[in-house]
């Protein structure tokens, strides 16, 4: 199954607020594991960063200014998510924004029925913790030292490792197909993995009677 692996950096934290989005981050996932495909953009807000988001993400209005708008890349980035699973940590924040950016340019929201929330996952599993994605990475022993700000694609990637041990797959799913593949080109006795037989040499043998007999005269059971 393939995954999509999405975060957002904005503005503000309201879209009541007219807080817009100033990056999309998204890794792919097939069958938990990640591809090679990415999407990534950073996003002119048209408005000022609010100073709390600023202090999160770093994204200054002059850098943001010279970036393209959410029109400019909507159709790649909908081609990108189109018929995938979304995974996303508190997805009605990311998903609030998106669909508000998609309803400002006329085009049709997207569906939270096939969005996988690790924030509700995380509740789940952990009651009355802290469950940000930094506890959750300290939880799971996953180095988050790059994290100085929030960006998109690194909180992607450390999400998409959250994720995985909040299902209990400890490593990447295998993919059977392939190793099956993989299989069909090997020669027939060439084995993936084996155990070496080590046999007992003849005076091996012959010492282990003499103890049998020297040690098991007794019956130990009476």
Do not use: W
Request: include cysteine.
């Amino acid at each position: 199954m393939k995954e999509i692996i999405l975060d957002t950096e904005t503005t503000g934290l309201s879209v009541r607020e007219g807080h817009r989005i100033v990056e999309i981050g998204c890794i792919e996932l097939d069958n938990l594991n990640i591809t090679t495909k990415t999407f990534h953009t950073y996003l002119n807000p048209e408005r000022k960063v609010s100073e709390k988001a600023f202090e999160v993400h770093g994204y200054t209005d002059e850098f943001l200014s010279k970036q393209k708008k959410f029109l400019d890349v909507v159709d790649d980035f909908l081609n990108f998510i189109k018929d995938k699973r979304l995974v996303i940590h508190n997805a009605e924040f990311d998903l609030s924004h998106l669909n508000n950016e998609l309803t400002l340019i006329g085009k049709k929201k997207i569906s939270s029925e096939n969005v996988v929330d690790t924030l509700v996952l995380a509740r789940e599993k952990f009651p009355g913790s802290s469950i940000n994605l930094d506890a959750l990475c300290k939880r799971y022993r996953i180095d988050n030292s790059k994290r100085t700000h929030h960006t998109a694609l690194i909180d992607c990637e450390l999400l998409s490792k959250v994720y995985i041990n909040l299902l209990d797959q400890k490593e990447p799913t295998l993919n059977f197909q392939n190793q099956e593949n993989e299989n069909l080109k090997r020669d027939k006795n060439d084995n993936l993995y084996f155990k070496k037989i080590i046999k007992p040499t003849p005076s091996e043998i012959d010492l282990h009677k003499d103890y049998l007999k020297k040690n098991l005269k007794k019956n130990f059971f009476n």
